[in-house]
Nanobody, 126 residues
Framework: VQLQAYGGGLVQAGACLRL?????????????MGWFRQFPGKEREFVAA????????DIADSVKGRFTISRDTAKNTVILQMNSLKPEDTAIYYC????????????????????WGQGTKVTVSS
């Protein structure tokens, strides 16, 4: 399975960005799909995930109310919509897939995810 994340860029605080993760080799509805981010010199942290059912999502407290996750099964893509961006959201964002994920729940643990995209950089200026 290959995942390709794109959509990052440089924006000002308060702006929006839409990150996409295109999957090939497996459908996004057959795995739990998640987004993680990594700050310079830090471990990756969970941002959001959508379950295999597509009916449930989990959003980290740090971005709740500003970020949403969804999927487009026709395009086999998962989307992270980021609104009201803050400078502290500056990071490299990675999409990931958990092939053993449950149908109605999603893991926040990085080690549960088997497939990883290459990352896309998001920079938010103040």
């Amino acid at each position: 399975v290959q995942l390709q994340a794109y959509g990052g860029g440089l924006v000002q605080a308060g702006a929006c960005l839409r990150l996409s993760c295109a999957a090939s080799g497996r459908t996004v509805s057959s795995v739990v799909m998640g987004w993680f981010r990594q700050f310079p010199g830090k471990e990756r942290e969970f941002v959001a995930a959508i379950t295999r059912s597509g009916t449930n999502s989990d959003i980290a407290d740090s971005v709740k109310g500003r970020f949403t996750i969804s999927r487009d099964t026709a395009k086999n893509t998962v989307i992270l919509q980021m609104n009201s961006l803050k400078p502290e959201d500056t990071a490299i964002y990675y999409c990931a897939g958990d092939r053993n994920g449950a149908y109605y729940s999603a893991s926040r643990r990085e080690e549960d995810y088997d497939y990883w995209g290459q990352g896309t950089k998001v920079t938010v200026s103040s």
